[in-house]
């Protein structure tokens, strides 16, 4: 079956600090891979995708590469800023009409 | 668009008690789901529609759990009767299902608490 793992958080960063959320999957087939962001009190939201390998998908600073040799799709940003802070969850979607499989989530908490 | 939404944003109840928690997805969207959230097990799909019929209910933790989407622009998850473990965040998504690089749209959830 399908799933995905992430690094256990809390993550805890000082401002302008470099980040990274590690994330592998299994799929049976070639999946379509997703990071989405949780702000507090609030419903999950696209950060970005990418549906092919070595596909970068970037938005608000963050990336991740679609890494088929090795099942990832790391989450980076540069210089991470009090307002990232949010619980991210990796995922993927293997066919066109199944379902995504979530990773746990990881926290992130950015102090000043 | 409003986006996907979903009422009540908090539900309190008692032990015992049925409660109902609606969606109504993007309009033009035919794929709804339904997912819990809790700090113990994280997010768990419950079940999915394509086309309002349901596809996989094998998330859907036993019988007090039932849903239905009796058209294409509303879904309701009832819990009858409901239990304090079931307190949780619900959490509805629809999306374009026709495609595997679409993705799914979530609601704010609706925050219930079983005292």
Redesign the interface.
Same mark, same amino acid.
Request: with cysteine; glycine share 8%.
């Given at each position: 079956g399908n799933s995905v793992t992430q690094m256990e958080g809390p993550v805890t960063l000082s401002e302008e600090a470099f980040l990274t959320i590690n994330c592998t999957y299994t799929a049976t087939g070639y999946p379509s891979l997703f990071w989405y962001v949780q702000y507090p009190g609030e419903g999950l939201q696209l950060l970005l995708k990418a549906t092919k390998a070595d596909d970068k998908g970037s938005n608000k600073g963050f990336e991740a590469t679609y890494r088929k040799e090795t099942t990832s799709f790391h989450l980076e940003k540069g210089s991470v800023q009090v307002s990232d802070s949010a619980v991210y969850f990796c995922a993927l979607k293997d066919s066109g009409y199944s379902t995504l499989t979530f990773g746990k989530g990881t926290m992130l908490l950015v102090s000043p | 668009d409003a986006g996907?939404i979903q009422s009540p944003r908090h539900e309190v109840t008692e032990m015992g008690q049925e409660v109902t928690l609606r969606c109504k997805p993007i309009s033009g969207h035919n794929?709804l789901?339904w997912y819990r959230q809790t700090m113990m097990r +994280?997010?768990e799909?419950l079940i999915?529609f #394509?086309n309002n019929v349901p596809?996989?209910d094998s998330g859907m933790p036993e019988d007090r759990f039932s849903a239905k989407m009796p058209n294409a622009s509303f879904s309701t998850l009832k819990i009858q009767p409901s239990e304090p473990r079931d307190s949780a965040v619900y /959490?509805c998504?629809s999306t374009s +299902?026709?495609? !595997? #690089?679409t993705?799914?749209? /979530? $609601? !704010? $959830?609706t925050r219930l608490t079983v005292v």
């Amino acid at each position: 079956g399908n799933s995905v793992t992430q690094m256990e958080g809390p993550v805890t960063l000082s401002e302008e600090a470099f980040l990274t959320i590690n994330c592998t999957y299994t799929a049976t087939g070639y999946p379509s891979l997703f990071w989405y962001v949780q702000y507090p009190g609030e419903g999950l939201q696209l950060l970005l995708k990418a549906t092919k390998a070595d596909d970068k998908g970037s938005n608000k600073g963050f990336e991740a590469t679609y890494r088929k040799e090795t099942t990832s799709f790391h989450l980076e940003k540069g210089s991470v800023q009090v307002s990232d802070s949010a619980v991210y969850f990796c995922a993927l979607k293997d066919s066109g009409y199944s379902t995504l499989t979530f990773g746990k989530g990881t926290m992130l908490l950015v102090s000043p | 668009d409003a986006g996907v939404i979903q009422s009540p944003r908090h539900e309190v109840t008692e032990m015992g008690q049925e409660v109902t928690l609606r969606c109504k997805p993007i309009s033009g969207h035919n794929s709804l789901f339904w997912y819990r959230q809790t700090m113990m097990r +994280g997010l768990e799909l419950l079940i999915y529609f #394509n086309n309002n019929v349901p596809i996989d209910d094998s998330g859907m933790p036993e019988d007090r759990f039932s849903a239905k989407m009796p058209n294409a622009s509303f879904s309701t998850l009832k819990i009858q009767p409901s239990e304090p473990r079931d307190s949780a965040v619900y /959490f509805c998504a629809s999306t374009s +299902g026709d495609r !595997q #690089n679409t993705e799914a749209f /979530f $609601g !704010q $959830g609706t925050r219930l608490t079983v005292v």
